[in-house]
């Protein structure tokens, strides 16, 4: 299969727990987006990769959160502290390099409930 | 503000009768308008892209229009089977690639 994959796709932690999730994106795609999904929300912008370079980073990314793409292939997002407001789905997604090609391919997701 | 707006918030059809969905938006810049398809427990399902206003794209018993203040989404003689939430998303024209997402019409479809 050659889509994007998530892993783990469930995680369950204790507040206060550190958690990281993985993200590996379509092969040769350069582009790569972190989101956070809420129950009847639309996905929210989290963090923006293009190859290893963290170009845009959102207000949402607190100090708790970091991302990181070290040889511009898979992502990780972990959040340190959690809190039960952290409760939510990480969506990955990635973009081909071609221009004007903008459509982003999501991941299934990683589901995070913080008890 | 950025802002992507979809209405209605969820919608109940019985199967074959048509309608649209909405997505109007109130941004500095666009650069692109997706919509999305997402089933429960899924992540969003890419459907189309249009880029300037007066563009159409079809797809089966979809077609989505976009005008410079909002795009919609026609499903023609709709089945079960497209019963999901369907997302507006719109890529900012401001030199990097920040996508805002709407909050989606949730689709029930009756047979």
């Known amino acids: 299969d050659t889509g994007v994959s998530q892993d783990p796709r469930h995680k369950i932690t204790k507040r206060g727990q550190n958690v990281t999730f993985r993200c590996d994106p379509i092969s040769e795609h350069n582009r790569l987006y972190w989101y956070r999904q809420t129950l009847g929300q639309g996905p929210e912008f989290l963090t923006y990769f293009q190859n290893e370079a963290q170009l845009e980073k959102s207000r949402l990314l607190s100090d708790r959160f970091s991302a990181e793409r070290p040889k511009g292939s898979f992502s990780t997002l972990e959040i340190q502290r959690t809190e039960q407001g952290d409760s939510a789905m990480y969506l990955c997604a990635s973009s081909p390099p071609a221009h004007n090609n903008n459509e982003q391919f999501f991941g299934p997701g990683t589901r995070l409930t913080v008890l | 503000e950025d802002q992507v707006t979809q209405s209605p918030e969820a919608l109940r059809l019985q199967e074959g009768e048509s309608s649209s969905l909405n997505c109007s938006y109130t941004?500095?810049?666009?650069?692109?308008l997706f919509w999305y398809r997402q089933d429960p427990g899924k992540g969003p399902e890419f459907l189309f892209t249009l880029y300037s206003a007066g563009e159409e794209k079809e797809k089966e018993r979809l077609k989505a229009t976009l005008t410079k203040k909002e795009s919609f989404l026609h499903i023609t003689a709709p089945k079960p089977e497209d019963s999901a939430t369907y997302l507006c998303?719109?890529?900012?024209?401001?030199?990097?690639?920040?996508?805002?997402f709407g909050a989606g019409t949730r689709l029930f479809v009756k047979a």
């Open positions: 998303a719109v890529l900012l024209n401001t030199g990097g690639f920040k996508t805002i």
């Open positions: 941004v500095s810049g666009l650069r692109g």
